[in-house]
Nanobody
Framework: QVKLVESGGGLVQAGASLRLSCQAS????????MGWFRQVPGNEREFVAS????????GYADSVKGRVDISRVNRESTMYLQMYSLQHDDTAVYYC???????????????????????WGQGTQVTVSS
């Protein structure tokens, strides 16, 4: 079973940039699609971005499109979420997740659904002060 550990969160001012990392261990990281979600207390977990097994395809939520870049380095078992022009509404706990089963790619309509992911990290807090 894979273990996912997020890092890179923190307190930043509006307009700042931040890069989150997701370090995987215990599984074949390069074989699966991956994703980033975020959650605010009292709200459902919200899709942010996803990336295919080889990094060739990615997808973004409309709320972050143009302000975030998802990437992965399979030889390092690491995925990243580079965020720019952070806004107060980006404040949340950010989670990385691995696609369930043998899915190497999750297309629109699937990648946004948390149930398509079988392994989750514990999350990293991002707080954006306005």
């Amino acid at each position: 079973q894979v273990k996912l550990v997020e890092s890179g969160g923190g307190l930043v001012q509006a307009g700042a940039s931040l890069r989150l990392s997701c370090q995987a261990s215990g599984g074949n990281f390069g074989a699966y699609a991956m994703g980033w979600f975020r959650q605010v207390p009292g709200n459902e977990r919200e899709f942010v971005a996803s990336i295919s097994w080889n990094g060739a395809a990615s997808g973004y939520a409309d709320s972050v499109k143009g302000r975030v870049d998802i990437s992965r380095v399979n030889r390092e078992s690491t995925m990243y979420l580079q965020m720019y022009s952070l806004q107060h509404d980006d404040t949340a706990v950010y989670y990385c997740a691995r696609a369930r089963g043998d899915k190497r790619f999750l297309g629109p309509g699937m990648r946004e659904r948390p149930e398509e992911y079988g392994d989750w990290g514990q999350g990293t807090q991002v707080t954006v002060s306005s």
